[in-house]
């Protein structure tokens, strides 16, 4: 028996080894329609957080939570570290440095210690850290702690520009970001923070769109983060043009980053802006807080159409269409602004967007005031995804947590559970009925005996989509900051596959 034929008999049954055990079950194989895929949770989830402030006075808590999950893999664990290097880029072309020229690095003792140590899913894990050299963060969870799994970032700042509550979902690396909402105007820092958790180096585009379309920034293009490491790039550096409503695009050539906008403003204090939902026709922007003294909406449409859009909010007793706001016109590739003021009047509310006509994709995102003159402080609420199966928020205390409920398109029944306190305490649960078109703020469970910060975990058990957000607001202040609620992917869709021998005959 030659070489060949060797080969030819090992190769088959390697085939036949494979095939045997990863045939899908088909129409065609098994004479029968195709079974639905099955829910399975996922077994490996990676997170990045963006440094958190340079300012002195700036401190940091950390909060990590894996809801349980039925079917998760047994053992595994949760890690949050340092990023392999940290740095804040002038736009002058000096990366890895200061603009003092002192380098921000997060390797050396830092890098080798985990921020937190989850101990076990269901119950939260905390760690905080104080100053202006925080570095980055990149986390991985396996196992057990993977489904679901969810950090929050959240900062105090008591002076000076930004200051406020700063808070931030930490999230998966990807490729392509939109953030309506920023500005290179005076009185404006806004930093677009990329950190890049792999092993090789990702290559990224930073496109401006201002009111009268794309603005030439050269310097935002063809910028290249190293492995492991996270770039602040200052968005004054990379043009020269100043206005007030700005869209961003990160638009990564190679590789992966986790990519935020930080936005601090002289007068209004500040907040991480976090990624728009895909662009879409019609899009919701939940959570408005109740006592919202003004309320800025920026739009963008990304596509080669212009869109219209209806204006509406979802208030407690159902949708109502703001006065002199009843529409907007999007040109495409054109950041377009509508400024609807104190919209809420006393009510919380969401904002939902759909097209009058013909559908043409937008990104969006909500700039809410809380306070006045210079007790005002700024939070950002871009549109988002459904939560879908279920989605989780992190880093909840006795006080100052609101979450707010949306139903824009139909009746809802949800369940939120308060996980054990991060020192002690019992979950809770509690059920809502959501009207169809309302915005509810609900009375969240609390876990009993409560010690420590806690999860709430929102699962829509029946009824249309719900959309969710979580506000934190500071003790005795207009201090705030607003995370949205979606899908948190901690299951996902598995194709049932079974035994056919019979491919090796085709």
Not at 75 to 93: I, M, P, T, W, Y
Not at 328 to 336: D, E, P
Not at 381 to 410: D, F, M
Request: hydrophobic content about 35%; overall charge negative; glycine content about 12%.
């Amino acid at each position: 028996m030659n070489r060949t034929t060797l080969s030819l008999f090992a190769g088959t049954a390697a085939l036949a080894a494979v095939t045997a055990f990863a045939a899908v079950d088909s129409p065609s194989a098994s004479g029968a329609a195709p079974k639905a895929a099955a829910r399975q949770p996922v077994e490996r989830t990676s997170l990045v957080c963006p440094a958190p402030s340079t300012s002195d006075l700036a401190e940091t808590t950390y909060t990590s939570f894996t809801p349980v999950t039925q079917g998760a893999a047994s053992g595994g664990r949760a890690r949050l570290q340092a990023a392999g290097r940290q740095s804040a880029d002038d736009g002058s072309g000096t990366s890895g440095k200061e603009k003092d020229g002192k380098g921000k690095k997060g390797g050396g003792e830092k890098a080798g210690q985990p921020v937190l140590t989850p101990k076990a899913p269901g119950t939260p894990a905390t760690g905080d850290t104080s100053g202006g050299d925080t570095p980055a963060l990149v986390g991985t969870a396996d196992g057990s702690f993977a489904p679901g799994w969810t950090v929050q970032e959240t900062t105090e700042v008591t002076a000076g520009t930004g200051r406020g509550l700063l808070g931030v979902t930490c999230a998966g690396a990807d490729t392509d970001f939109w953030f309506p909402g920023a500005s290179t105007a005076a009185g404006r820092t806004d930093y677009v923070h990329l950190t890049n958790p792999d092993d090789s180096a990702a290559v990224v585009d930073i496109e401006l769109y201002g009111k009268d379309g794309a603005i030439k920034a050269p310097l935002g293009e063809n910028l290249t983060v190293d492995p492991g490491a996270s770039e602040a790039f200052l968005l004054p550096t990379l043009t020269e043009e100043r206005q007030t409503d700005l869209t961003v695009h990160v638009s990564v050539r190679g590789g992966r980053v986790g990519a935020a906008v930080q936005a601090l403003d002289d007068k209004a204090g500040g907040d991480w802006l976090a990624p728009a939902a895909d662009p879409a026709g019609g899009l919701v922007l939940p959570g408005i807080p109740k006592d919202a003294t003004d309320v800025r909406l920026t739009a963008f449409a990304p596509g080669d159409d212009d869109a219209d859009l209806k204006i509406r909010l979802a208030s407690p007793d159902g949708l109502i269409t703001p006065a002199g706001n009843e529409t907007v016109h999007v040109k495409s590739g054109m950041t377009t602004t509508v400024d609807l003021g104190d919209v809420t009047r006393g009510e919380p509310g969401s904002l939902v967007l759909t097209p009058t006509d013909q559908a043409a994709p937008v990104v969006a995102a909500l700039q809410v005031v809380r306070g006045k003159g210079d007790k005002r402080e700024t939070a950002f609420i871009p549109a988002t995804a459904a939560v879908g199966t279920r989605a989780t928020s992190a880093g909840n205390g006795a006080k100052g947590t609101t979450l707010a409920l949306s139903a824009p398109e139909g009746a809802a029944t949800v369940k939120v559970t308060a996980s054990a306190g991060s020192e002690g305490g019992t979950p809770a649960t509690k059920t809502y009925t959501l009207r169809s078109g309302t915005t509810q703020d609900v009375d969240v469970p609390v876990p009993t005996g409560l010690k420590g910060t806690y999860a709430l975990t929102v699962e829509p058990v029946s009824g249309g989509p719900v959309y969710a957000s979580r506000t934190l607001t500071a003790a005795d202040t207009p201090a705030f900051t607003v995370q949205t609620l979606p899908d948190d992917h901690g299951l996902v869709s598995v194709p049932r596959t079974r035994e056919d021998l019979s491919i090796l005959q085709k």
